[in-house]
């Protein structure tokens, strides 16, 4: 026992803040106090990480949201009807990890906003397929049209995984946690909006004929995806002018923006890095862990009102994506309430460990719902979308965060990067781990 908490408490000096240099500014008019600081605060960057943020998970959120639409188009195979939920989220989060952790060890020359422009682009070209796959490959079998599926999931996770290496390590160089916070906050209006825009789609399918619902089907599908499409290329605009920007040193105003790369950087290793980060680094590894049982419970809870007499938005097309806008309207919520500093636990890193632990209670409280139609022992709807899904959206939210936000207080100046994009192959690393588990999920 006592090896294992030498192993979990580092050094007493590796969780004491690292003083800045005299010459690095501490105060701003933002709203976070920052006691690493080296850039005053800027909107415009806020809002273009917050961008960032959107356009980072709208493609996994594209996914997730159109549950309704691949439930339909895969209702002749049972098998591919129980497991493409799980399929999505294990090729997503294993390639997500594989790239996540390629691209954390190659620190020397890495040119992050590179990264992050290459990222955009493959989502570009991954979404625009999509989009027509609903035109060109509408009367395709089952396997082909699955295949072509997990196809484009892993061109849109290797994405994903360059992105969040990108911009987590772009963002640590200007050693703010409020933008991180709006990346964070980003990612959960990208999980919020899709889930509404899906919600909207089930109730316009028409309520009688049967056979006109495939085709509303197919084209909210084609929404979705172009959608998507459009995110990216305007995500791509911003950064693009954020980069300009930085490198011309544009004051905008009043307020002098400094390149993240002016800071000095140095090649870190990982295990380096965990001992710097260990307890964030576990915490947000268990978090996510923890939060993947939630999308194959959530495609498959109906409500207890599902019954043909019910309301439209009771009926599974509309129902389920409402659970998911629950979920992610508490992640966002709570990804808000950090900006903050009050309400943060991101220098309290023992906190968020036995948060993240805790939060595990979750899972047998989904066994309490309707799942697959077949009954709940609570038999409330609410008890479900307010109890369930909107305190472990909030408490996924809130714990990602503070984890996130706090990484680059533990480390040097020239660390930043590297911690960064070391936090996000954690992150994917708990999304993986937690992929894989949820198929035991699946078969419940």
Same mark, same amino acid.
């Given at each position: 026992?006592?090896? &294992?908490?030498?192993?979990? &408490?580092?050094? @007493?000096?590796? #969780?004491?803040?690292?003083?800045?240099?005299?010459?690095?500014?501490?105060?701003?008019? =933002?709203?976070?106090?920052?006691?690493? =600081?080296?850039?005053?605060?800027?909107?415009?960057?806020?809002?273009?990480?917050?961008?960032?943020?959107?356009?980072?998970? %709208?493609? %996994?959120?594209?996914?997730?949201? @159109?549950?309704? $639409?691949?439930?339909?188009?895969?209702?002749?195979?049972?098998?591919?009807?129980? *497991?493409?939920?799980?399929?999505? +989220?294990?090729?997503?989060?294993?390639?997500?990890?594989?790239?996540?952790?390629?691209?954390?060890?190659?620190?020397?020359?890495?040119?992050?906003?590179?990264?992050?422009?290459?990222?955009?682009?493959?989502?570009?070209?991954?979404?625009?397929?999509?989009?027509?796959?609903?035109?060109?490959?509408? *009367?395709?079998?089952?396997?082909?049209?699955?295949? $072509?599926?997990?196809?484009?999931?892993?061109?849109?996770?290797?994405?994903?995984? &360059?992105?969040?290496?990108?911009?987590?390590?772009?963002?640590?160089?200007?050693?703010?946690?409020? #933008?991180?916070?709006?990346?964070?906050?980003?990612?959960?209006?990208?999980?919020?909006?899709?889930? !509404?825009?899906?919600?909207?789609?089930?109730?316009?399918?028409?309520?009688?004929?049967?056979?006109?619902?495939?085709?509303?089907?197919?084209?909210?599908?084609? /929404?979705?995806?172009?959608?998507?499409?459009?995110?990216?290329? !305007?995500?791509?605009? @911003?950064?693009?002018?954020?980069?300009?920007?930085?490198?011309?040193?544009?004051?905008?105003?009043?307020?002098?923006?400094?390149?993240?790369?002016?800071?000095?950087?140095?090649?870190?290793?990982?295990?380096?890095?965990? =001992?710097?980060?260990?307890?964030?680094?576990?915490?947000?590894?268990?978090?996510?862990?923890?939060?993947?049982?939630?999308?194959? #419970?959530? =495609?498959?809870?109906?409500?207890?009102?599902?019954?043909?007499?019910?309301?439209? +938005?009771?009926?599974?097309?509309?129902?389920?994506?409402?659970?998911?806008?629950? %979920?992610?309207?508490?992640? +966002?919520?709570?990804?808000? !309430?950090?900006?903050?500093?009050?309400?943060?636990?991101? *220098?309290?890193?023992?906190?968020?460990?036995?948060?993240?632990?805790?939060?595990?209670? $979750?899972?047998?409280?989904?066994? !309490?719902?309707?799942?697959?139609?077949?009954?709940?022992?609570?038999?409330?709807?609410?008890?479900?979308?307010?109890?369930?899904?909107?305190?472990?959206?909030?408490?996924?939210? #809130?714990?990602?965060?503070?984890?996130?936000?706090? /990484?680059?207080?533990?480390?040097?100046?020239?660390?930043?990067?590297?911690?960064?994009?070391?936090?996000?192959?954690?992150?994917?690393?708990?999304?993986?781990?937690?992929?894989?588990?949820?198929?035991?999920?699946?078969?419940?």
């Amino acid at each position: 026992m006592d090896r &294992i908490r030498k192993w979990l &408490i580092p050094p @007493a000096v590796a #969780y004491e803040p690292i003083e800045e240099p005299a010459n690095y500014e501490d105060e701003s008019d =933002s709203p976070i106090s920052q006691s690493q =600081s080296s850039s005053p605060f800027s909107r415009p960057i806020y809002w273009v990480f917050f961008i960032l943020g959107v356009s980072m998970l %709208w493609a %996994w959120n594209m996914f997730l949201a @159109a549950a309704p $639409f691949f439930r339909q188009r895969f209702q002749s195979n049972t098998w591919v009807t129980t *497991h493409y939920q799980s399929s999505i +989220l294990t090729v997503s989060t294993v390639t997500n990890l594989t790239s996540a952790f390629v691209l954390a060890k190659v620190q020397q020359s890495a040119s992050y906003p590179r990264r992050i422009i290459v990222s955009l682009l493959i989502n570009i070209a991954v979404f625009t397929l999509l989009a027509f796959s609903t035109l060109v490959l509408k *009367h395709a079998s089952v396997i082909v049209y699955f295949g $072509f599926l997990m196809g484009m999931v892993f061109g849109a996770s290797m994405a994903t995984g &360059i992105n969040q290496n990108g911009v987590f390590a772009y963002v640590s160089g200007f050693g703010r946690e409020e #933008y991180t916070q709006a990346i964070m906050s980003g990612q959960g209006v990208a999980g919020v909006l899709p889930c !509404l825009a899906q919600m909207l789609s089930g109730l316009a399918v028409p309520e009688e004929g049967e056979e006109q619902a495939p085709d509303a089907s197919w084209k909210s599908a084609f /929404a979705c995806f172009i959608t998507a499409t459009g995110v990216s290329s !305007l995500t791509l605009v @911003a950064f693009v002018w954020l980069t300009k920007r930085q490198s011309l040193h544009i004051v905008d105003d009043n307020s002098e923006s400094s390149n993240s790369d002016q800071l000095p950087s140095k090649t870190v290793s990982l295990w380096t890095l965990f =001992s710097k980060l260990r307890l964030p680094a576990i915490s947000i590894f268990l978090c996510f862990v923890v939060t993947m049982v939630f999308p194959v #419970y959530t =495609s498959r809870i109906e409500s207890i009102r599902s019954t043909s007499d019910a309301s439209r +938005l009771f009926q599974p097309a509309a129902f389920i994506p409402l659970a998911f806008f629950f %979920w992610n309207a508490g992640d +966002l919520l709570a990804r808000m !309430l950090v900006l903050n500093p009050r309400y943060s636990l991101a *220098h309290r890193p023992w906190a968020l460990l036995i948060l993240s632990i805790a939060r595990a209670g $979750f899972i047998p409280l989904y066994q !309490l719902c309707n799942i697959g139609g077949q009954g709940a022992i609570v038999e409330s709807d609410f008890f479900y979308l307010f109890v369930v899904q909107l305190l472990f959206g909030a408490t996924n939210g #809130y714990l990602s965060s503070c984890c996130m936000m706090g /990484a680059s207080y533990w480390v040097s100046a020239e660390e930043r990067e590297p911690a960064g994009g070391f936090m996000s192959l954690m992150l994917v690393g708990g999304l993986a781990a937690g992929s894989l588990l949820s198929f035991f999920a699946s078969g419940t």
